[in-house]
């Protein structure tokens, strides 16, 4: 074991992928020359040039579908959007082209592609520059979208998405690359839509994933227990789509109770189709109504307070704990 | 005895089978379309012929890619694509291009190296950029030549995509089929240069206008343009002219508010098919009785094409779940 | 009332609005001169003149940003995608702009804008001309989705859209345009976020909206209850966001079963959100779970047998709805 | 006595301060960034005063329309937003330009017609267009100044906006801040010509390039164009050439591997507050002294702002559910 930072972590997994295979490049906005906005493809110009390592203009949708068309006929590009919030202008490759490519030629060009960078809110970028988009993705059949938590995950599962033969929405965040965690020193990968369970627990069955999760969830929890006295198991699926519904569900069938804490916004998102999946599963064995944790329904605002007020914090988790073990929060 | 751009007598003759093959297959589809045989958006491509026949049949190499908009039968059987794997795939068979998943405006076929078939408009122009990106990334020669149409040339991705192509010097050929409209909206309608070739000049890029009734100077301009991306890598936009002698779709009218009966009727005096005969005959190359023995051949070529579609099965349900994701 | 298509209805309420308000007009490809693709706007090009209904070139982005330019500084502009899969190159421009401008620019402008057009599948249009995309619109805050099913919502509906201040996602359906309803002579609208009760019933609440309710469970229903002798209530929200939850929650207390049929793609779809409010809002007098129909979850392929198979149709209603009753289909 | 473009000495002497204030602005804006007050994205203006203050003090009337992107506090002074209410918007205030909505990246101003601060690239180009679209609908005599990057020209929204523009004759004065790097990627690198002006050919639009550092240059040429879309509505594009002496964003090195320590020590002898204050002493207009006068006045000013902001309120919790449905 060696522990490295998230952005570290993201970075070998490149490195070693690229070493492995001469038709992985990376592709995107200051990714060569400026060694990444946020670092992440730092040294990997000076090790492989600008052959494999290129620096892009400012148009996501001329590179996403360049990629694209790269990886129909053999290459497997990475492209790194600087943030997911820019990925919206290539919303029509990602959705149109990546996504239906392999179906709508009947099987003739399939689409090796992973589409990387960091998503949700950091701090005071207002909403432009805070969305957590997940579920505008994960929505859109041909894709599959995996958000990670830890720096393990991070490398072992963007190695498995370098991978993959499929268009893959890789989302990571931006506040933690500088997060420290423990990685093997042997080479690993990490499989696509497993989950795991990163606490156990016997009263409420709590899903959540990346910043959320790593950020809020797991300082909370412990603070929760003992508060309330009781005991909470923590499932990150790692992957959003193709969901691991078994994990959460033996859960579920041991706790009877969920609440699900995600950073994108309520309507439609990635936890209300877990929230109805589980439910329509695992229906007798709920004691309570699943609850969710999500940003509030409204664009994320600049001011400190506003941009606390508005995402998951400890108060909104411990409320809907409260809530699907009937207790009231006043006792 | 001396041949047109000294092209063989079998060559010119191939090239006037292909246009012809591509003008009664189009026929056909109107019929079918009519008798709700096609389903969907059926674009037709009467009196655009000699643009795919000399770009791609006359002027690309095999391994060259190939890739449209949804208006693609042409260039699909000018680039080799089976037209009876073409003619099931409109009749939604599985013996279709692509088992039936993707109609008339998605057609593909990666042993030909076409690459399809694009219905949004615009968004296939960085696909083909990326195509010329691995033709250069493996130091391989192939170009790849990109159909678009006039319309095309006011969205986005057209501007994201030339520039990229020229400003990382990559094979491709962006071309312009410029048939006047984009629907019933006419060039000047739409675009603030009527003159196309002139969005070259933002990309400082190669271009070049052609007269897209004459499958000879197609041939040769889009050739230069080709032999050039080879050499030297460098892209270019090519305006060339030419008219869609039928309505933008089958659900569309020949003529009507944005074009009148009279002009589609002047136009047709330009028949490409109608000029190259004339030129062959003038020529020596050939003379009515074989084109009478041309036109039979391929009548029945196509009624095979018909044949072998209509008696081929449907897809099984269980396609649904193919081809979703690779490997799965 | 009077008998006309949706075409003409949609019609009149454009027709109607532009004359009683100087600051509407109408934008987008083929809607003047041509009369519109699919004739929508027949008629309102020789009425109000090219200053008023505006052909424009192939450029959504372009378009539907300027549209929202014009709404920001006191016009009232109606975009009309030729079809919502085109919206999909515009998405930047609704996401980002029209729905965060009134938030981001703390109240300073707020955009009056209608985007309207058809969505969801025809007949034949394969993968990238096929989508119902309520989903990734609805999902975001600051717009508004509403899809109606009948003449008379949309007329209504659409006026109410057009008067209303803030951006607007308005779904029609192609394939409807030339179906017939009745609509009042007088001038009306109908106000957005209120659902309506198509059909009383008593032993299954159902909820659908626009060309799927319209088409395929209407016809369903009656059929379906004699078959299994059950009564069935039908629920039209006609708007998607703001979801009118009331409506249905109340019809649930009375039939304790839920079956929600939609066109979209199941993950994350309308259809979850609905579930998850509704099962956390009425847990107790839900007697099953929530039960969805929807389009598998892959690219709508174009043969019309695998394109039958994989949108909704009444043999997955059936089975939905034994499913809800507990009912086995071999019964 | 003559003057500079027979500008009055008030007038020169109004455009200095303003300058100056943008400068000092920021300057106190970096300090406050750095001691963890002003959060997210902070992109400063330092080196590019000369085209806000020459295009929008100099050039435009008060109803004329202001659009931009993130970087956005030289062009909010210039156009009369109340520099202290941007300052509490940086520190995230009630009495903030957006009431602490938007930050550093979103001021607006819908009394001083000024559209914000955009912080997608390219995106707010349409809007501008909009803007010049609804002034033509009216029949007024408003145009649109729309500023965007020298990176901004390569994204679609460019090509879409400023085809729209030329096509429909929109009153709006596409405004390139050419600062030669979008974040550390040069023109060159990025954009297949390096004459930005260029992009104008495929509209054939109106086109200028100008020297960023001569307020009076900017003023003179600017003019120009917003008289000509006054009278014709046609529009043009400016290449601006200009400079940004500082890092991206805060988070930014000033130099690195994109540009060198002497290359902006060089640049910076260029410095557009520096060249007109010699002009006016030259000139006779000003003289040292007053140059320190205005100095301290408008650091008063500046510290008047800090004050004004770190005294304000922050927005109270309610807030964060107005402004998001209009009239609800
Ligand atoms: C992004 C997008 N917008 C609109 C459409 C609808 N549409 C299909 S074809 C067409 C006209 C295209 O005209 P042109 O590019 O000149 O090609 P042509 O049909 O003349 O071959 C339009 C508007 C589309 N498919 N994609
Ligand atoms: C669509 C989009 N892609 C990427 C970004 C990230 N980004 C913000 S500023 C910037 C550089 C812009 O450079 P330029 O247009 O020259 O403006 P300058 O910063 O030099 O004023 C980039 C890439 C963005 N905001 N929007
Ligand atoms: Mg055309
Ligand atoms: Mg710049």
């Not at chain 1, 990475?78 to 239906?100: G, H, P, R």
Request: hydrophobic share 40%; net charge negative.
């Amino acid at each position: 074991m060696s522990v490295v930072s998230l952005r570290e972590a993201l970075h070998q997994a490149m490195d070693e992928e690229m070493a492995r295979d001469e038709n992985v490049f990376l592709m995107g906005e200051e990714v060569a020359r400026y060694n990444g906005a946020y670092k992440v493809s730092q040294g990997l110009m000076a090790k492989y040039g600008e052959r494999r390592i290129i620096d892009t203009p400012i148009a996501e949708s001329g590179f996403a579908g360049l990629g694209i068309g790269a990886a129909m006929v053999g290459l497997r590009p990475i492209v790194e959007f600087m943030t997911w919030n820019f990925s919206l202008v290539a919303y029509d490759q990602i959705v149109n082209n990546a996504a239906k490519m392999y179906s709508m030629s009947g099987g003739h060009f399939h689409v090796p592609i992973v589409f990387r960078g960091p998503g949700g809110a950091a701090h005071g970028l207002a909403a432009t520059h805070s969305q957590a988009l997940e579920s505008v993705y994960a929505h859109i059949p041909g894709l599959k979208v995996i958000m990670p938590s830890t720096c393990k995950d991070a490398k072992g599962l963007l190695k498995s998405a370098i991978r993959d033969d499929n268009p893959i929405i890789f989302i990571e965040s931006e506040v933690m690359y500088g997060d420290k965690g423990e990685i093997p020193d042997e080479e690993y990968t990490i499989p696509i839509g497993v989950g795991e369970i990163k606490k156990h627990g016997s009263d409420v069955t709590l899903v959540s994933w990346s910043k959320v999760l790593a950020r809020v969830v797991l300082n909370a929890v412990e603070k929760i227990e003992e508060e309330m006295g009781i005991s909470i198991e923590v499932i990150d699926p790692r992957t959003i789509k193709p969901m691991d519904y078994d994990l959460i569900i033996g859960s579920v069938q041991k706790t009877n109770r969920l609440v699900i804490v995600e950073e994108g916004w309520p309507f439609a998102g990635v936890g209300a189709q877990i929230s109805h999946v589980v439910t329509s599963r695992a229906f007798d064995h709920l004691d309570a109504p699943v609850e969710r944790v999500t940003q509030e329904d409204v664009p994320l605002p600049y001011a400190r307070s506003l941009e606390h007020a508005s995402l998951p914090n400890v108060d909104k988790i411990r409320r809907a704990i409260q809530k699907v073990l009937y207790k009231n929060g006043q006792e | 005895m001396s041949t047109p751009l000294g092209l063989s007598r079998e060559t010119l003759l191939r090239w006037y089978d292909d246009m012809l093959l591509v003008r009664r297959f189009e026929e056909k589809c109107a019929q079918l379309y009519g008798m709700g045989k096609i389903m969907g958006f059926c674009h037709l491509y009467n009196g655009q012929e000699a643009v795919s026949t000399g770009a791609i049949m006359g002027a690309l190499q095999p391994d060259d890619y190939v890739i449209t908009a949804y208006r693609d039968h042409g260039q699909a059987i000018s680039k080799g694509v089976n037209p009876k794997a073409i003619m099931a795939e409109l009749l939604g068979k599985s013996t279709g291009t692509t088992k039936g998943k993707g109609g008339s405006m998605h057609i593909f076929d990666r042993e030909k190296n076409f690459l399809g078939g694009h219905a949004i408009v615009g968004s296939h122009l960085p696909l083909a950029a990326g195509f010329a990106f691995a033709s250069k990334y493996r130091k391989e020669k192939r170009v790849c030549l990109c159909f678009m149409g006039d319309g095309a040339t006011n969205i986005g991705d057209f501007h994201e995509a030339l520039n990229l192509a020229a400003l990382w010097k990559l094979p491709v050929i962006y071309i312009i089929e410029n048939n006047l409209y984009s629907m019933g909206t006419s060039v000047e309608r739409s675009s603030a240069v009527e003159d196309l070739s002139k969005k070259a000049l933002a990309f400082d890029m190669r271009k070049e206008v052609i007269d897209g009734s004459s499958v000879l100077e197609v041939y040769e301009k889009v050739k230069k343009a080709v032999d050039h991306a080879r050499v030297t890598y460098e892209p270019s936009l090519l305006d060339i002219r030419t008219y869609r002698q039928r309505g933008h779709s089958m659900s569309d009218p020949i003529h009507g508010h944005y074009r009148t009966k009279e002009e589609v009727e002047e136009k047709k005096k330009n028949d490409p098919i109608h000029l190259f005969g004339e030129l062959l005959k003038k020529e020596g190359i050939a003379d009515e009785s074989q084109f009478e023995e041309a036109d039979k051949r391929i009548k029945a070529l196509v009624e095979e094409c018909v044949e072998f579609a209509e008696n081929s099965p449907e897809p099984s349900p269980e396609e649904l779940w193919k081809d979703v994701y690779y490997g799965e």
